[in-house]
C-alpha cells in the first residue's frame, strides 16, 4: 500500500524510564516514528526492546505503572497526548485509538459476557442507548467473522476459544470507529493457522474501515505480512526505520540484518545463523551503539564511544549505524 | 534395530466423572501414534498446540504411562521395566523443556543442579560431581563464574544451556525436547540450536524434537511427523514433506506459516503436492 493519508501519531523522542532498585532506569530512549491515516506500521524487536513501553507510552499508560516521561511528544491527530491528563486521555483512548492486546482472555472479564463488555464500552464512550450499543455489538461481532454473533454475544469468555476470544477483543476495539488501531503481539499466543485466520481479518478490516494500525511483533514473519512501513527496536532504541520492501531487501543495520539471517531458512544446512552474545537489560547498556558488542561489524573508538543518532540510509530509510553507507547488508533473498 | 520404537500408543484422559467417580467422558489426547527414532537423527513432532506431541513425547519417556501401545528403547520393552530397572534406563534418555527456570530448583547454583544427576544415579561425590558439571558447562559455553550464580540470575538462553548441561551429565542416548527454544528470542534460538546440533553430532545423540514452529523443523529435523487431534497425519523426511506435503492437513498448516517476505514481493503460493 502506497502511504498518502494524512499525518495521524507522530511520535518524536519518546522516552520512558521507570523507578528501580538503583534509581530511575530508562526503559524506552528517543524513539521516533509516524503513523498515516489508513497505514499499518510494524513494530519489531525482542523481548525487553521496549515494543510495549513504547505502546504504553503512546496511550498515556506508563504513569499508572509507576514510569515517567522526561521527553518526548506524542501527537496524536494534532493533540500532544503527553500534556493530557487522565480524564481527557480517556476520552481518546478506546474511543479514537482501540487497543488488542496478546492475551484477549486476559483483558476480558470472565464474569460478564462478551456482548455487555462490547456495548459497555459503546456506552460508555457515546452514551447510546442500551439496546442501540447491543445491536451495534452484534453487527461487530458480525464483522469479525463470529458465527451467530447474537448467539455468541450471550456467551462469557471462557465459552470462546483464543481465536474467537482475539475476534472479540478486535470488534471491542472497532466499537468506536477509531482511527488508530494498537495491536501488540495480538496473534502471539494463537497457532499458526488461527493465527493466519486473524491477521487476513484485520488487514480485510483495515481496507474496509481504513483505520491506522500500530502493530507490534517479536515475528518477523508477522510483520512481513501486515506493515507497510517497519521500525525495528533494540535494547529501547529504534535502530532502522523503512519501508517493509525496503528494510527486507536492504537492511542498513546489522541488528536487522542479523534478524533476517537468523531466521531458519530452507537449503542453508543445519547451521543457523546466531548473533552472539545477550540481549542486554535496561539500566545495562553498552556506552556508544547499543549493539557494538554483540556485532560482528563494530570498530573500535567509533561503535564504542558516543551516542549514535538514527542517521539517514536512503529515501525513508534510517539507521542507527555509523557505519550504515560502509556496509553491505543482506536482506531476505526474494525469489 | 532402531534405538526408539513407539507403537500404538494411545492416552486417553478423564474429563468428566460421575457422581461415583466413573468416568463418564474420556478425552484421547494420543490415539494410536507409531515411530521410530534412529541413533543420531532428529525426528520433530510437529502441530498445533492440543494435537498431542507433548504427551507422546512424555510417553516416548514414560513419563506418562500409555493406556495402550508399546516403546522399545534398543529393544527393550521400557513398559515392562520395574521402578529400579526403568531408573537405570532413564541415564540414556533425557528431558529438556520449554521454560528452563521451572526445571530448575531456585535454590540451587547451577554447577550443583548439573551434578546432581550423577548423585542420584551413582552416588557420586561431590568433588567429581562438580568437575563433570563444570566441564559440561563450559562445554555448552557457560563461563565458569556461572556455576556459582543462581537460576534467577541468568537469562532464558542461559538457563537452556544449563538444562542442556544437565540433561548431557548422564551421557543419554536419546532426548527429547519439548518446545526447547519456544521462548527465547530470535537473536539467541540460533545460538542455542546449534550448540544442539554440534552436540548432536559430537555424541550421536537422537533428538525427538516437540515443535510447533514449522519454520525450524524444516531446518533443523531429519525426519518430520506431523499431529493433528491425536494421530499422526503425515510422516516423511524433513525436506520432502515441506517440498510436497501429501495431506491437505499439512499443506494447510505450511501456508499458514508467515515467511519473513513482505507481502508485495511473495511467489504465489506453493500448492499440494
Redesign the interface.
Known sequence: MTVDGALLLDVDGLTVEFNGPNGWVRAVEDVSFQVHAGEIVGLVGESGSGKTVTSLGVLGLTRAQGGRMPHGRVVFEGTDLVTLDDKALNRIRGRRIGMVFQQPIRSLNPAFTIGEQIAETIRHHEGISRSDAWARTVTLLDKVHIPEPAKRARQFPHEFSGGMCQRAMIAMALSCSPSLLIADEPTTALDVTVQAVVLDLMREIQAETGVAILFISHDLGVIADMADTVAVMYAGQVVERASVEELFISPRHPYTAGLMAAVPRVGQGRQLVAIEGNVPDPGNYPTGCRFHNRCEHAVAMRCDTDLIPLLPAGEAHDSRCVRTSELMLEGVVVA | MSLLEAKHLTKRFAVKRNLFGRVTEWFTAVDDVSFTVEQGETLALVG??GAGKSTTGRMALRLIEPDMGEVRFEGEDLLALDGPAMRKRRQDMQMIFQDPFSSLAPHRTIGEAVAEPLLVHFGMGSKERLAIAAGLLDRVGLSAAVRERYPSEL?G??LQRVAIARALTLEPKLIVCDEPVAAL???????V??LM?DLQAERKLAYLFVS?D???V???ADRVAVMSHGRIVEEGPSAEL?RSPKTEYTA??L???????????R?PATTLG
Open positions: 498445533e498446540s537469562s538462553g542461559q528470542d530470535v537473536s539467541v534460538r540460533a545460538q540450536l546449534n546440533h510447533h514449522l519454520a525450524l524444516e531446518v533443523i515441506f494447510e498448516l501456508s499458514a506459516v508467515p515467511r519473513p517476505v513482505p507481502r508485495s514481493l511467489a
